[in-house]
């Protein structure tokens, strides 16, 4: 594979940061920077206040959601509400952002 870079303005053109981590980040399949911000930043406008008390997102790789827990009931919680999540994300973050939760408990 050569090396290649993106289309678009000259490379001596200087551009605002985000926007060129935007671009990469589309070239690499990865979602948008704002839907990120969104799942990290209003977790609990997302999931609502009681889960967002035990719960963090901690990552987000292969539209998987890495999600902590405190305590093991919270985990199974979580795989009951998993088919609502995934409808709140797709809604709030666009479609196919988070495809599946993975919980891990991990206490505070």
């Not at 990552?59 to 609502?84: T, Y």
Request: positive net charge; glycine residues 8%; aromatic residues 6%.
């Amino acid at each position: 594979m050569t090396w290649r870079p993106l289309p678009g303005p000259a490379a001596g053109e200087p551009r605002p940061v985000g926007e060129s981590l935007g671009r990469i980040a589309r070239h690499l399949g990865a979602p948008p920077p704002a839907a990120l911000s969104l799942l990290f930043d209003g977790w609990e406008q997302l999931v609502g206040a009681a889960v967002a008390r035990h719960t963090r997102p901690v990552s987000l790789a292969r539209r998987v959601l890495v999600v902590a827990v405190d305590q093991p009931a919270w985990a199974a919680q979580l795989k009951w509400l998993e088919a609502d999540l995934l409808r709140r994300f797709d809604e709030a973050l666009g479609p196919g952002v988070v495809s599946a939760l993975s919980v891990r408990v991990r206490p505070r």
